[in-house]
């Protein structure tokens, strides 16, 4: 989450708010999951869960989560 949020900030041009949530990541860099995680979906089934693990991003990837979670659009609206 704090990835998406990072980027989300690099979208905004906010590059205070970018340099506080680069600090976090590397604060939590060591919790990284060691097992695939759904973000609280363990209901998914496992044609979903096949399906994210080709969407997903690289930061989803890293993270080991299955997401297809991202900033996408315009956000100055």
């Not at 906010?14 to 590397?26: I, M, S, T, Y």
């Amino acid at each position: 989450m704090v990835d998406v949020a990072q980027d989300l900030a690099k979208k905004l041009h906010d590059p205070w708010q970018g340099k506080l949530l680069e600090a976090a990541k590397v604060g939590i860099e060591r919790s990284r999951l060691a097992g695939e995680d759904t973000l609280c979906d363990e209901g998914m089934s496992e044609k979903e869960r096949k399906k994210l693990r080709q969407k997903r991003t690289a930061k989803a990837r890293h993270w080991n989560l299955l997401t297809d979670m991202e900033v996408t659009g315009d956000l100055r609206s």
